[in-house]
């Protein structure tokens, strides 16, 4: 079973850094979800990454950096590109830029592509970076395929086992993914909806986000193409207007839901409203209402606004038929 250390103890940076050195992955809390880090220069390190995870590796790994100038190192930044840096990190916002002839991001991170994926964290994550002096790669902390960690609980549930050390840093206060975004010849895509919404990077940039999903065999892998992705073990039924016998419901704002008294559980993303509570609490009620012995769950309407669109993205994966 990992060892599980708080992030509030001193000696915790040391442990994560020698674990690091050794090549091993650390789960490591960050302000979107709990990732599951490794040095992003060192093929052995990244491949413990895709075996704890049993992730397809024709899936790229996003590269954190705990400044602009490490990210430069591996990357190229068009203008553009650096407007959004300083205008967004640290935060939730990935940036998919071309590779730097001269960088180190591994191959096996980038999946062989010629750009790859890089955001800042905020907080420890970013101080662990830095200490540690290299790229971090981290996905999700949670075997592929399943919801994303929320908490050290969420993360020893899923890896416990498969894994040596576990960082607590509490609960992540944005609760879902970053946004990816490409930057290509002045042209912004949106590769996956996320923590900072689309409309905010729209403001900053002066220019629309293209939401048109990748051609169908294009080399580049979003998790847009990996339609089944987030899901619980219990069936996931959208745009519930009611609540059929042996469900739990997930419901979001104040207006009821026709039957949910006779649920089998009621969680409330956001009683108030407020879809950036909706997303902190989003994965942590999938996972309860799984917990709870349902037999299916269903879904009231979420708003598609600013973070609504990360929302309704991850619970349309949740609901997407299984491999
Ligand atoms: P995560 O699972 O949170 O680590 O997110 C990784 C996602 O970032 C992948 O599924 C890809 O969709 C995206 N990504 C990473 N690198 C690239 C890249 N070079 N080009 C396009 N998307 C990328
Ligand atoms: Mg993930």
Same mark, same amino acid.
């Given at each position: ?94 940036? =998919? ?104 990077? +729209? ?32 069936? =996931? ?16 704002? +104040?207006?009821?839901?026709?039957? +949910? ?63």
């Amino acid at each position: 079973m990992a060892r599980i250390l708080s992030t509030l103890d001193p000696d915790t940076l040391t442990q994560a850094c020698d674990a690091l050195r050794r090549g091993e992955p650390v789960a490591v809390p960050t302000e979107t979800v709990y990732g599951l880090a490794a040095d992003a220069t060192h093929p052995g390190a990244i491949t413990a990454i895709y075996e704890a995870k049993g992730r397809p590796r024709f899936n790229p790994l996003i590269s954190h950096v705990s400044d602009i100038d490490m990210a430069r190192a591996h990357v190229r930044f068009s203008p553009l590109a650096e407007k959004l840096a300083r205008a967004f990190w640290p935060g939730a916002l990935t940036l =998919v830029l071309p590779l730097e002839p001269s960088g180190a991001i591994h191959p096996l991170a980038t999946a062989g592509l010629a750009t790859a994926a890089v955001r800042m964290p905020q907080g420890f994550a970013r101080e662990l970076i830095a200490t540690f002096g290299r790229p971090l790669a981290a996905p999700s902390a949670n075997r592929s395929g399943r919801v994303s960690p929320t908490s050290a609980e969420h993360v020893a549930e899923d890896l416990g086992e498969r894994i040596g050390l576990i960082l607590d840093g509490g609960r992540c206060p944005i609760g879902v993914e970053s946004t990816i975004v490409a930057v290509e010849d002045g042209r912004l895509r949106l590769l996956r909806p996320g923590g900072i919404a689309a409309e905010a990077i +729209e403001e900053i940039a002066g220019l629309a986000v293209e939401r048109q999903q990748p051609q169908p065999g294009e080399a580049v892998i979003a998790p847009g193409m990996l339609t089944s992705h987030y899901a619980p073990q219990a069936a =996931v039924r959208l745009n519930a207007a009611d609540v059929r016998p042996g469900e739990a419901l997930i419901r979001f704002g +104040e207006a009821p839901v026709a039957g +949910e008294d006779r649920a089998h559980a009621v969680f409330n993303l956001s009683p108030a409203g407020d879809l950036r509570e909706a997303a902190a609490n989003l994965f942590d009620f999938l996972k309860r209402a799984d917990a709870s012995g349902a037999s299916a769950i269903a879904v009231a309407p979420v708003p598609a606004h600013g973070l609504g669109e990360a929302i309704n993205d991850r619970l349309e994966r949740a609901a997407a038929p299984r491999p």
